[in-house]
């Protein structure tokens, strides 16, 4: 069994780079499930096996670059590095990785709002940004400096709704603008709504590198 176990780890993660390389040497929409599955040395069906469909194969690659992201945050808590800090540098992460992978955002993004109910809940849990920005908030809401009528979870969904319409809207329509600096102004009108002060504090521009 566990033999087993470890071989369709294995064919599932060669699928997975087979099908991201395909991506990016020939583009999203370009790329077939069969060419997928015959640069992975699997038939079509041994493919679907593995990602019903073809977003699913983003639907990973966002969880793998989400979670790489909650380490970072989570150990510039331990570091004791303010958590408002560690939101804008969340944001600028994510403004680097949207930059960096535009032609993929979209299709990925786009499942969030996928018609299919089963699909569109695929992708909110595969990507749980609000979740992550909750953990962020929540010493803040210890200390008492976000609101306490709002929760957690509903200020943390906020925040990354904001990322992720803000993101669509950029790669659709304005690509000639800085997303570093359009979140950054979108993230610092989105706490004036949270934060129990009226002015946020003086933090590094996500423009930045960190």
Known sequence: MAVREYQKRR??????????????????QETTATDIAKAAHVSRGTFFNYFPYKEAVLLEYGAELLHHAQSEVRRYLAQGMDPLEVL???????????????????????????????????????????DLIAEILRPLQEKGVVRQDLSLERMGRTLADLYFLAALRWAAYTPHRDLGVELERSLRLALEGILTRREAPELPSVAANP
């Open 88 to 130: 804008y540098r969340l944001f600028a992460e994510l403004a680097r990785f949207t930059k960096e992978e535009k032609d993929l955002l979209l299709p990925l993004l786009y499942e969030l709002l996928n018609p299919d109910p089963i699909r569109a809940r695929a992708a909110f849990e595969a990507l749980p940004l609000g």
């Open 11 to 28: 064919r599932r993660e060669r699928i997975f780079q087979a099908a991201m390389r395909l991506f990016r040497e020939r583009g999203f």
